[in-house]
């Protein structure tokens, strides 16, 4: 890493008392899901942020979900972290992807329909894996802002955009101009949050979970899964698909489940 980056890390800002006490909700084996609805209810403006990701066309439900009793509910109290925590997070750093080639919006559609299809995906014969695989599939590219702010910094937009061009492969680009990926960077970020090391284990070896500790490895594949299917654009494509579903025979996990999530993420896109 370099030193540069390391120092952006160093020097972001502690996370604000409402991730604090949601983690500490999520994390306390006694807790229930109303200490969870109390917390969020108590800040209207992520509460606000909750049910807008909530009521995203992308999961599909018909009726409008106007209570955060409801969303945590019907999504569990995982999904919620990962809603809440992406709120809180994204608002501690200032977006400029274009070394990437886009926007703030489009950075934020690519998290949302990452997260749309672990969540469909996962949901029914994974469910327990959400706790830590919905804020990761909402946090794991957040490294790419640091990375983003450096190759500006050091004025490598040309360099990186060569790169991607050469190379048709984000992570390594990024390595080969700025020395580390979007993973690792994410990775650090979060560790330097405290937050819980499996979250960490799963973002920093999404790009090859064979190196994850084995209880953090199915976690880690599912998620390179959806990274290949969902690429940085946020665009599905035959091609991306058929790249994610090698991976899924590789890994021996749910097809079927995966094939019925891309569809529906398609048609309610």
Known sequence: MTEDLLKKIKQLPPLP?????????????????????????????????????????????????????QAVGLF????????????????????????????SDMFSALSKKQHALITSWCIKKENKLLGVLSPAAFLVEIGKVLISQQIIAENKQIAFRDALAELQDVEAAERKVIGIDTPEISAQIFEHWRFEESLVSVIRHCLDPEKADESDKK???????????????????????????????????????????????????
């Open 219 to 269: 976690a880690a594949k599912i998620l390179q899964v959806v990274r290949v299917a969902v690429p940085i654009n946020g665009v599905i494509t035959e091609a991306s698909a058929h790249e994610a579903k090698k991976l899924i025979e590789k890994y021996k996990l749910d097809l079927p489940s995966f094939e019925e999530s891309i569809k529906n993420l398609t048609n309610n896109n």
């Open 17 to 69: 008392e409402s991730a604090l006490k949601i983690e500490a909700v999520y994390q306390d084996p006694n807790s229930s899901f109303n200490d969870m609805v109390k917390i969020l209810e108590k800040d209207p403006l992520l509460t606000a942020d909750i049910l807008k990701a909530a009521n995203s066309p992308l999961y599909g439900f018909s009726r409008e979900i106007n209570a955060i009793s």
């Open 76 to 103: 569990g109290m995982g999904t919620v972290r990962g809603f809440a925590l992406a709120s809180i997070v994204k608002k501690s750093f200032t977006l400029d992807l274009s070394p990437y080639g886009i926007n």
